[in-house]
């Protein structure tokens, strides 16, 4: 008889690990303890070297469904004899090198338990188990404990204390425990009073039904509801919280019900049904059944984003209220989720007529993660990675530098990446930092990564842009720790980003990079953003570009399309036609600015498609970022849709890509428009056009590896025509588990510097 060790890494606390090597153990009468640490969950064991090898590959292949094993070695020890198996404290004496455990939604045994008549915790709006509920959003500090957790106020009944020290039972160390004899207590905020103790979940119903619009408090934060049925209930809160157009999600009450007004298919249905339980953007059928208020909810959009209730409130009211509910992020346009209750009170009340809180804490706010699949090609594509994936991002196969770094990442749709101890961190979405709350909220989220984990960073790295909010931030913190500071170029980020993601960096071959989105600072002062990049041999250069085209007016062209439209067509005779988008003082500065021979320059591709969006669509100016491009993918989906997923092709160019492609668009787009070709096709063809671009580029630099990133491949049309097109020719890489848009800018800029520092 000898003692083995087995240490265990990854995602293995929160998930009940520790029952799992209990129960397994018992069933093979060994002899040991399990404990956590803060570099995941370590095992001694006696028994032969035969069985301990049989007993760890079992750890491995039966693990609980919702752990993730990254790492585990065994090792004989000196001997130490044991009587028993039991599961011993947690320590933290080590340095922290543990993945963070996302929240879950509510499992199938807890939603069939909330509503059985007999059990303790019968309509119990926090019914939770080891394998769901809130995990990252309440954390204080490492290893996961009750006692490190927000749940360490909540005093146990004698029945939950003896699931929680049974280490047979499912409850078995869930530090989410509690029941109706020790509950988490909802509250409600009503004509500037509290009261505590709120019990009356009808109550909430009935006021939906009666149009009120109500905050209630989730798991990352607070969300806004009202009845999605009722428009001038909607409408009202589209006012109040200062939101003209972007799409509200809604949610509904089963997968049942999705059916009755969006199309849903079974890649689609599983994904509703995961842990994670994202927002899922989906097509409205064309006659749909349930009389919502389509048009408040989603504005000249045929695509909705619903979601299934994942926490068991929710699922409760939801229940009982048996209609889809409008559910968005509690705060005011473009500010980040309130999560705090006194904070809620105060802001949320000018908003909300009622606001539902409860004595649970939220450690650290989020938003919806938000996902979609491509039509034709199933293409997964993340818009919005946050609560349910982030913050843990683990990719066994990618190799890199083993010091701790810290990347800050973008300004807009900003996240942070830390590495540590060999462990990449992507913090959740924390808004733009264009704003004063979201750069609160992206420091309080990065100082309490620092006190998770307390890393010895020896390198920030950042964009080249200087004005960034996050390049600036991480300049003083590099100047307080007395550390350097490595800049990434903003498209290079991402080319890295999705390389890293697709674990191309050891490649032998050279990769195009099509890297396509709204802005970024250029390394020659320019604004770039229609990018072409290769990867060769380790090192990344820029080969090709979209044409240049002026940048005007600063921050008032992305919000403007019509301004765009001016700058792509200065140079054509078609120019003069868009003067009746602007009035005559406009019409003369704008051209004037436009002769400036200092002038700066762009080739993004977002302003590309805003001013199409306006040349083809009369979108002159939009409320929220992408709003114009959203409008041009659906309008060309509804000829595709029409037409059966199919164009003729023969109107492309033959084998060359003319002097000016912009030229070339402008110029054949205001011709369609002049024989009034129908604006859905004019968008099909320009969708199809630009890949048919993208085509052209790689023939040039032949290569049949293309990597795509950037906000505007968030379109799942463009992407399925990618890949309808060229999957044939070319090997096709795209993000996987990372956003396309500026949210990966972190991981890339982490990818790059690793790659040219590697210390």
């Avoid at 913190?477 to 500071?485: F, G, H, Q, S, V």
Wanted: net charge negative; with cysteine; hydrophobic share 35%.
């Amino acid at each position: 008889m000898k003692t083995f060790h087995i240490h265990i890494e990854g995602i293995v606390q929160g998930v009940g690990f520790r029952p799992f090597v209990y129960k397994l153990c018992l069933d093979h009468s060994l002899t040991g303890w399990v404990n956590n640490t803060n570099d995941g969950v370590h095992i001694h064991i006696n028994t032969t070297k035969t069985f301990a090898e049989i007993l760890l590959k079992e750890l491995i292949d039966k693990a609980p469904e919702l752990s993730i094993i990254t790492g585990y070695k065994m090792e004989e020890i000196e001997f130490v004899h044991y009587d028993k198996f039991e599961i011993i404290h947690s320590s933290s004496g080590k340095e922290a090198k543990l993945l963070l455990t996302p929240d879950f939604a509510i499992c199938d045994d807890c939603a069939k338990e909330l509503y059985q008549k007999d059990n303790s915790r019968y309509l119990y709006p926090f019914i939770t188990c080891t394998n769901c509920g809130p995990r990252y959003s309440i954390i204080k500090s490492l290893p996961y404990d009750r006692e490190t957790t927000t749940m360490s106020t909540f005093e146990m009944c004698d029945t939950c204390r003896k699931e929680y020290d049974n280490p047979l039972d499912r409850r078995y160390y869930s530090q989410t425990n509690s029941c109706l004899e020790c509950p988490v207590e909802l509250s409600i905020y009503e004509n500037g009073k509290l009261i505590n103790k709120f019990e009356d979940l009808d109550y909430i119903v009935n006021q939906w039904e009666a149009g009120k619009i109500i905050a209630i408090k989730g798991i990352g934060g607070y969300i806004l509801t009202c009845d999605a049925s009722n428009q001038k209930t909607v409408s009202r809160l589209r006012t109040l919280k200062q939101r003209p157009t972007k799409p509200f999600a809604l949610m509904y009450h089963s997968v049942e019900e999705l059916k009755n007004d969006v199309e849903i298919r079974e890649i689609e249905r599983e994904s509703f049904l995961n842990f994670s339980a994202p927002i899922i953007l989906l097509n409205k059928k064309d006659k749909p059944k349930t009389p919502l208020a389509y048009e408040q909810i989603a504005p000249n959009s045929d695509i909705l984003g619903v979601m299934l209730p994942y926490t068991p409130l929710y699922k409760l009211l939801l229940d009982k209220f048996q209609k889809p509910i409008v559910a968005t992020s509690g705060n005011i346009s473009n500010s980040t989720i309130i999560y705090e209750d006194k904070i809620a009170y105060e802001e949320l009340s000018k908003i909300a007529d009622i606001i539902i809180s409860n004595n649970r804490e939220i450690v650290i706010p989020q938003d919806d993660s938000v996902v979609r699949y491509s039509k034709s090609n199933n293409a997964k594509i993340i818009i919005r990675r946050s609560r349910g994936l982030a913050p843990s991002y683990i990719n066994a196969e990618l190799n890199l530098a083993r010091t701790p770094v810290l990347a800050m990442g973008a300004m807009l749709k900003s996240t942070f990446t830390l590495l540590n101890q060999g462990n990449i961190y992507i913090s959740q979405y924390l808004g733009s930092t264009d704003n004063f709350e979201a750069e609160n909220n992206y420091k309080n989220t990065l100082n309490h990564f620092e006190k998770l984990f307390n890393p010895d960073i020896k390198t920030i790295i950042i964009d080249k842009h200087p004005n960034y909010f996050t390049s600036i931030y991480g300049k003083e913190i590099a100047d307080r720790k007395n550390i350097e500071t490595f800049e990434v170029q903003h498209h290079k980020a991402h080319f890295f980003a999705v390389l890293g993601e697709n674990n191309l960096l050891d490649s032998t071959e050279d990769i195009l990079g099509v890297i396509w989105d709204g802005t970024g600072l250029g390394e020659d002062g320019n604004i770039w953003g229609g990018e072409f990049f290769k990867y060769s041999l380790g090192e990344v250069k820029r080969v090709d570009h979209l044409d240049e085209f002026p940048f005007i007016l600063g921050d008032k062209m992305p919000k403007e399309p019509r301004i765009s439209a001016l700058a792509v067509a200065n140079n054509s005779d078609e120019k003069q036609l868009l003067e009746n988008k602007f009035s005559k003082t406009e019409w003369k500065i704008y051209n004037k600015l436009l002769t400036d021979k200092d002038i700066l320059k762009t080739t993004s591709a977002g302003r590309l498609f805003d001013a199409i969006a306006s040349i083809v669509l009369g979108i002159d100016k939009q409320t929220f970022e992408g709003e114009a491009a959203m409008q041009l993918e659906a309008a060309a989906m509804k000829y595709f849709k029409t037409n059966d997923y199919s164009i003729d092709l023969s109107y492309l160019r033959e084998n060359h890509i003319p002097g000016n492609f912009i030229e070339y668009l402008v110029k054949n787009i205001f011709g369609d428009k002049e024989k009034q070709v129908n604006p859905e096709l004019i968008s099909a063809k320009f969708h199809t056009t630009l890949i048919d671009y993208i085509y052209q580029i790689a023939e040039k630099h032949k290569t049949i590896n293309l990597a795509f990133s950037g906000g505007v491949f968030q379109n799942q049309l463009l992407v399925d025509i990618v890949i309808s097109f060229m999957k044939d020719k070319y090997k096709l890489y795209f993000h996987k588990e990372l956003s396309p848009n500026d949210e990966c800018i972190s991981f890339g800029q982490v990818v790059c510097y690793s790659q040219y520092v590697k210390p």
